[in-house]
């Protein structure tokens, strides 16, 4: 029965909800920065760009070719060899563009945190101080 016990109180702890509640949202979050690159900041660059920047369907057949496929999907269904370099390429590019994207908003993060500690709030006043001051303004309205 002890470790039953000893497992609840691991579970419920704070540590482990937090951890739990961080993977979930963590999850949700990265949906929303996968979609603001692929679906925003990807077009945007392949506009400037002038052209397509999904670079996919780059290959090179690694032996013989004796239909002269030139499409991956092609390529890969008849069985042949091919070096898939236009897929990695596509997916760095992504990778950079969410690490730049993650960068900018943690920045902004931090820049709120900071914002936040720099205006401290005004300390209380001692009580001794504030039993001083009272009595102080007792006297003044007695005289």
């Given at each position: 029965?002890?470790?039953l016990k000893?497992?609840k109180e691991?579970?419920i702890?704070g540590?482990m909800?937090?951890l739990?509640?961080g993977?979930?949202?963590?999850?949700?979050?990265?949906?929303?920065?996968?979609?603001?690159?692929?679906?925003?900041i990807?077009?945007?660059?392949?506009w400037?760009?002038?052209?397509?920047v999904d670079y996919?369907n780059?290959f090179?057949?690694l032996?013989?070719?004796?239909?002269?496929?030139?499409?991956?999907a092609?390529?890969?269904?008849?069985?042949?060899?091919v070096f898939a370099y236009?897929?990695?390429?596509?997916?760095?590019i992504n990778?950079?563009?969410?690490?730049w994207?993650?960068?900018?908003l943690?920045?902004?993060?931090?820049?709120l945190?900071?914002?936040?500690?720099?205006a401290?709030?005004?300390?209380a006043t001692p009580?001794?101080i504030?039993?001083?001051?009272?009595i102080?303004d007792?006297l003044?309205?007695?005289?």
């Amino acid at each position: 029965m002890s470790i039953l016990k000893e497992f609840k109180e691991f579970a419920i702890k704070g540590n482990m909800m937090d951890l739990a509640i961080g993977v979930i949202i963590g999850g949700a979050f990265g949906k929303i920065i996968d979609s603001l690159v692929k679906d925003i900041i990807m077009p945007l660059i392949s506009w400037i760009l002038g052209g397509e920047v999904d670079y996919t369907n780059w290959f090179i057949v690694l032996g013989d070719n004796p239909n002269n496929i030139t499409n991956l999907a092609a390529a890969q269904a008849a069985g042949l060899n091919v070096f898939a370099y236009g897929s990695f390429l596509t997916i760095l590019i992504n990778f950079l563009l969410l690490a730049w994207v993650v960068f900018l908003l943690v920045k902004v993060m931090n820049r709120l945190r900071k914002q936040e500690e720099a205006a401290p709030e005004p300390e209380a006043t001692p009580e001794d101080i504030q039993l001083l001051r009272e009595i102080r303004d007792e006297l003044k309205n007695k005289s």
